[in-house]
């Protein structure tokens, strides 16, 4: 789900959504995508489209900053890695991570919180609790952020560093 969007709808329209993203209110496309197709498309979603995306960027977390989140345990977060499992087993966890990967973040978002437990093994992260992003590189993480917001969620943070700084000396 982006902008208020089903991915399922993205993928029709776009092919590989994944290589879609938004940032200030505007499609950016990952590929040799016709971006003339890619804007007369988004203006016939955006006009459909509810809720919209806030005009910012998530907050930035640092390694340092996660660290110290991931020892203290005073204040409640939700880290999760939207990497692909296989991924993950490639280069490992960062500690309290839970993974969902990013085409399942706008679908696991409208879940009811049961279901959520059940399907991904932890509690469904409240609206206003502080929920952290991770990735490999930091982009899907944005996106994971951008998805978060637009499913009105107001805490939302991206590790930009995410697996690639995590996991290097």
Known sequence: DSDGINPR???ILFGDYRRISLRNGRL??????NMFALKARHV????ASKPSIPQRDAS????EDLKKRIGAKDHPYTLIDVREP???????RIDTAHNIPLGQIGEAF???EDTFSKKYGFSKPKQDQDLI??????????????IAEANRYT????????????FSK
């Open 133 to 146: 992003f991770s990735c490999r590189s930091g982009v899907r993480s944005q996106n994971a952020c951008d």
């Open 60 to 63: 930035i977390i640092t390694k």
């Open 86 to 92: 296989s991924e993950i087993e490639q280069t490992g």
């Open 44 to 47: 016939a979603i955006r006009s």
């Open 110 to 112: 409208k879940l009811d």
């Open 28 to 33: 950016r496309c990952r590929s040799n995508f």
């Open 155 to 166: 805490n939302v943070i991206n590790y930009k560093g995410s697996a690639l700084e995590w």
């Open 9 to 11: 709808l993205l993928e």
